[in-house]
């Protein structure tokens, strides 16, 4: 899945900006932006890093859908909610769908840090993937050790008055697919929660 997200001013000053948020399931924008340092993960990047599948093989295909809530986290550590309600998205596993929020007002900040609460994540493999030699296909558990999962991703954003900012969220699903358990269907919400990259575009 990808995040877009445009500011607003500060209530305080009485400026306001607007944000909106866009997410993708894998998008090349945020990978090439992203400074994934695997050796700070909480799992064995050999698996990422190795062979995904076999030589001619297409990208996995599928569906994520997931429901989330969002928050910009201001450099004074207060947040601002920046969906009314619960955000449900419906992406591609290879980022050629987008989806996107409806555009917030908020206040003018300084922002570094953007929070992902994960109230559901459904993903569903096709095709196109194989770990270990095993074609994988059908629904993947993402391993949640509670109802709902939060992901906090810095960002560098200076909002001022009038100003519309956009954060690009990427669900980075090709990657932490590799890391899938073929015997269980399933992966670690560590390995999600780390691999997913968030820009500023």
Known sequence: MLLAVAACGNLTAGGVGEAVVVVSGDSPEALASSRIDPTTLTWSASRVEGPARAEGDDDPKGRIEAEMLLYLVSESGGEVRITDDEFEVSVDLGGVEQDETVPKQIPTDTYTGLRIVFLQIEVRVDAGLVIDGVPVTGPIDIDLETDSLSVLKGVALQLDDA????????????????????????????????????VLR
């Open 163 to 198: 100003e519309r900012a956009e954060i690009l969220v990427d669900l980075n699903a090709v990657r932490w697919l590799q890391a899938v358990d073929p015997a269980m269907n399933s992966v670690d919400a560590a390995v999600f929660a780390d691999l997913i990259a968030v």
